[in-house]
């Protein structure tokens, strides 16, 4: 019967063609987001590989790197380890815009940006494993294309919005799950119990309500400190009001009802009934203020991450990036700024399809009719 439930709220919701749009979207990015450094082309931890020579390059440009190894070289890491936080680099990258070779040397021009021209220098073939200038052209000296062009410290910017983006949803997976769990404790008991509690959990909820969700988050933030684990909680303890005005509505609506007061001449407990009778029945209006609540910590983390109290850098964040490259929108590289604002927008704007989607599949007006 369950199965058959679902499968049928799964046919309503996808006849709302731009609700399933929304949720591909979520589910590509989502997708991109987990595979991380496996897909990056700089896949170094938080893809904070530098080259200055190399900074504030177009969209789509090429250019020829010479990589010369470390010493000593990183070993290669596990694939779990490579995906969630990156492979050290091995190799130091050098844009070059020629070379040969000379005896027992490589001889290169090095690329410093325009049209200038740069010094010539010259490396040892000793430095490489291979010591057949056929194999040292082939696997040594690059061709790399940086499709979202470069930032302002000459670091590939697709692989930091890409890894941005696993910030942004980790952060609003997080605030939501916290939300959650506060808002559905409280508001249920609330509307459960009534009287005193619900009096003193409604002052709660209307002095925090009163103030502004940024504001909120700010002053949370100053409380626990700069950072990207403090980031959650703070977007997390500021968003629970939202959900147990709705939840205290809900339960207030249903604790009355018939089957409720049956479980009670049962002897069934009060935790029994609220989390096995009654949140089951209003779990529709409740994932339809998460999915509003993941937007709205989306925007909010990338508020704090421009403001300076999101996680902190080089770690990459949408709003971080915004906030480095803000004052070249009104000069010629007004992408470095525009492209991780277009994924804020992209991003909230999906999961504002997901929720009326949702609102419409669950016949929800409005969350706080019931308040």
């Known amino acids: 019967m369950q199965n058959h439930l679902q499968k049928s709220n ?11 749009i929304g949720l591909l979207f979520v589910f590509f990015i989502t997708l991109i987001a987990i595979l ?7 896949n170094s931890p938080m893809a904070n590989k530098m080259n200055l020579p190399l900074n504030i390059e177009k969209p789509g440009k090429a250019f020829m790197l010479l990589k010369i190894p470390k010493s000593p070289m990183p070993v290669n890491v596990g694939f779990f380890h490579k995906m969630l936080l990156g492979q050290p680099a091995q190799f130091d990258e050098i844009p070059i815009s020629e070379y040969h ?3 027992n040397y490589l001889i290169y021009r090095s690329y410093i940006g325009g049209d200038e021209l740069g010094e010539f220098n010259k490396i040892a073939l000793k430095n490489f494993p291979s010591k057949n200038n056929k194999e040292i052209s082939s696997e040594y000296i690059i061709k790399k294309t940086y499709w979202l062009g470069t930032d302002i410290y000459g670091r590939d910017l697709l692989s930091r919005v890409i890894i941005g983006g696993r910030i942004s949803l ?8 916290i939300s959650l769990i506060l808002g559905v404790s409280l508001g249920a008991a609330a509307g459960y119990f009534g ?3 619900d009096a003193f959990i409604s002052w709660l909820m209307n002095v925090l309500w009163s103030l502004p969700a940024l504001l909120l988050v700010i002053a949370i933030s100053f409380a626990l400190g700069k950072g990207f684990w403090q980031v959650f ?5 500021s968003m629970w009001v939202e959900v147990a005005r709705l939840v205290r509505g809900q339960v207030i609506s249903m604790k009355n009802a018939q089957f409720i007061e049956a479980a009670k ?7 029994r009934i609220i989390y096995h009778h009654i949140l089951p029945n209003i779990i529709g209006p409740i994932l339809v203020v998460a999915s509003a609540n993941f937007a709205s910590a989306i925007l909010l983390e990338a508020g704090l991450s421009f403001l300076g109290f999101g996680a902190q850098p080089p770690m990459p964040t949408w709003g971080g990036m915004i906030k480095e490259h803000y004052g070249y929108i009104i000069i010629d590289a007004a992408y470095l ?4 604002g277009l994924m804020i927008m992209l991003m909230v704007y999906a999961f504002n399809l997901i929720t009326i989607g949702l609102r419409d599949l669950f016949d929800v007006k409005s969350q706080n009719s019931n308040v």
């Open 10 to 20: 799964w046919a309503k919701f996808k006849r709302n063609k731009i609700s399933v």
């Open 36 to 42: 991380g450094y496996l897909i990056t082309p700089d």
């Open 101 to 103: 070779f000379d005896q």
């Open 170 to 177: 980790l952060v609003g997976f997080m605030a939501v799950v």
């Open 195 to 197: 009287g005193k509690v």
């Open 233 to 237: 909680i703070a977007v997390g303890l």
């Open 265 to 271: 001449s049962l002897g069934f407990g009060h935790l």
């Open 337 to 340: 700024a525009l492209i991780p």
